[in-house]
């Protein structure tokens, strides 16, 4: 028995071919090994790319960064910005806090229907507010941190739900104010003495305010000599107020309505108010029952009269108003109620003045109903609280 040799390339007669032997895959290169011409062995394989820097745009005069901003620019754009919107820049930084609530900035305010909780109205006048409109407010307490008087000047809190604990606290801070509307609140002697203080006044609305004493009535008018424009309608006053505001109203009274005391203003109390007060123009005395034309006399010596409200006097005959045509001044004239008799035309008597032009009246009200709605005596308001 022998042993064949199988030699290179050829094969035993006879037989298969041995079966080859199975050897392991061979192994992928590692980088840094230059086993063959690949990308990965190219001797520069590795790209180095140069992430230049941005250049400071400030140095060639480009965009600045808000913080590189001077104040003044920035007060100038905060001015374009409505309240919601200043309160939070505000939020940013110390900086813009400071500038956001800016004197500048908040000098009219309109809070009108807004609901003020305690410590609320007193940080919004401390910022040098000016002209504050919020009527219909819920006003808490103002919570002042300081005893130094405010810089208010136009104020209106007609119809707001409040104290008079809360008005005494404010209206003691209050010295340099022009035009004040209180219209439907419930006062107290204090604070009408403290509207005294305010020696400047020169609008006062008082309308369907109650509360006070007639001695409280006279200091307010004795300290209050410059005032032009007075309304103390339905006050519900008695005879000592009504005879207390026609002897102590300042002379330089133009505009006042007294109208609403049906029992109180008699026609004595027009002649001592026509004698004290002659530069009146626009004089409201409607729904005095107590008023007769014996008072006519006393309203043809104001030289200036233009306008006179009498609606609702029953005791003025229709046929005698007539006797106005000797008011050369007058202009307009309101006598709603008084006319019954259809066959009466009072443009005939007066053809000269209009009658029954202006069913409400203005006087001293800070936005009339005519007029826009935020304004306070004819000075719109920047910063008003919208939703966002």
């Given at each position: 028995?022998?042993?064949?040799?199988?030699?290179?390339?050829?094969?035993?007669?006879?037989?298969?071919?041995?079966?080859?032997?199975?050897?392991?895959?061979?192994?992928?290169?590692?980088?840094g090994t230059n086993t063959?011409?690949?990308?990965?062995?190219?001797?520069?394989?590795?790209?180095?790319?140069?992430?230049?820097?941005?250049?400071?745009?400030?140095?060639?005069?480009?965009?600045?960064?808000?913080?590189?901003?001077?104040?003044?620019?920035?007060?100038?754009?905060?001015?374009?910005?409505?309240?919601?919107?200043?309160?939070?820049?505000?939020?940013?930084?110390?900086?813009?806090?400071?500038?956001?609530?800016?004197?500048?900035?908040?000098?009219?305010?309109?809070?009108?229907?807004?609901?003020?909780?305690?410590?609320?109205?007193?940080?919004?006048?401390?910022?040098?507010?000016?002209?504050?409109?919020?009527?219909?407010?819920?006003?808490?307490?103002?919570?002042?941190?300081?005893?130094?008087?405010?810089?208010?000047?136009?104020?209106?809190?007609?119809?707001?739900?409040?104290?008079?604990?809360?008005?005494?606290?404010?209206?003691?801070?209050?010295?340099?104010?022009?035009?004040?509307?209180?219209?439907?609140?419930?006062?107290?002697?204090?604070?009408?003495?403290?509207?005294?203080?305010?020696?400047?006044?020169?609008?006062?609305?008082?309308?369907?305010?109650?509360?006070?004493?007639?001695?409280a009535l006279h200091h307010?008018?004795?300290?209050?000599?410059?005032?032009?424009?007075?309304?103390?309608?339905?006050?519900?006053?008695?005879?000592?107020?009504?005879?207390?505001?026609?002897?102590?109203?300042?002379?330089?009274?133009?505009?006042?309505?007294?109208?609403?005391?049906?029992?109180?203003?008699?026609?004595?109390?027009?002649?001592?108010?026509?004698?004290?007060?002659?530069?009146?123009?626009?004089?409201?005395?409607?729904?005095?029952?107590?008023?007769?034309?014996?008072?006519?006399?006393?309203?043809?010596?104001?030289?200036?009269?233009?306008?006179?409200?009498?609606?609702?006097?029953?005791?003025?005959?229709?046929?005698?108003?007539?006797?106005?045509?000797?008011?050369?001044?007058?202009?307009?004239?309101?006598?709603?109620?008084?006319?019954?008799?259809?066959?009466?035309?009072?443009?005939?008597?007066?053809?000269?003045?209009?009658?029954?032009?202006?069913?409400?009246?203005?006087?001293?009200?800070?936005?009339?109903?005519?007029?826009?709605?935020?304004?306070?005596?004819?000075?719109?308001?920047?910063?008003?609280?919208?939703?966002?």
């Open positions: 028995m022998g042993v064949q040799l199988i030699h290179d390339g050829g094969t035993a007669s006879g037989t298969s071919p041995p079966h080859p032997q199975l050897s392991p895959p061979a192994k992928r290169p590692r980088h063959g011409p690949g990308k990965e062995n190219h001797p520069h394989r590795f790209l180095v790319s140069k992430r230049f820097r941005r250049a400071n745009a400030s140095a060639n005069g480009g965009s600045r960064s808000c913080d590189e901003l001077p104040d003044e620019l920035l007060l100038l754009i905060f001015r374009s910005l409505s309240l919601p919107h200043l309160l939070k820049v505000s939020q940013v930084s110390r900086r813009w806090h400071r500038l956001a609530f800016d004197q500048a900035l908040w000098y009219s305010v309109d809070l009108s229907s807004a609901t003020l909780p305690a410590g609320t109205l007193g940080r919004v006048l401390a910022s040098g507010v000016m002209v504050l409109r919020s009527p219909r407010s819920f006003l808490g307490e103002p919570g002042f941190t300081h005893d130094s008087p405010l810089l208010l000047q136009h104020m209106d809190l007609s119809h707001c739900i409040t104290t008079p604990r809360t008005l005494l606290h404010l209206l003691r801070r209050c010295h340099r104010l022009i035009g004040l509307s209180l219209e439907g609140l419930q006062l107290s002697d204090p604070v009408l003495r403290a509207v005294g203080q305010s020696q400047d006044l020169h609008r006062l609305n008082l309308s369907s305010c109650s509360g006070f004493g007639h001695d307010m008018l004795h300290s209050c000599s410059r005032l032009e424009e007075v309304n103390v309608s339905w006050c519900g006053f008695g005879r000592l107020h009504v005879g207390v505001t026609v002897t102590q109203v300042p002379e330089t009274v133009t505009q006042l309505n007294i109208s609403g005391h049906r029992r109180s203003l008699t026609d004595t109390d027009v002649q001592v108010l026509c004698q004290r007060c002659p530069r009146i123009t626009n004089l409201d005395m409607s729904d005095s029952s107590m008023l007769t034309p014996a008072c006519f006399p006393s309203l043809q010596q104001l030289p200036h009269l233009q306008h006179l409200g009498l609606s609702r006097c029953h005791h003025i005959p229709a046929a005698s108003v007539g006797e106005l045509a000797q008011i050369t001044t007058l202009k307009t004239l309101s006598i709603f109620g008084l006319v019954h008799n259809s066959t009466l035309n009072v443009k005939d008597l007066i053809p000269q003045i209009k009658v029954n032009a202006f069913p409400l009246t203005s006087i001293a009200r800070p936005t009339p109903a005519q007029g826009k709605a935020r304004t306070v005596w004819g000075i719109s308001c920047r910063l008003a609280l919208r939703t966002l």
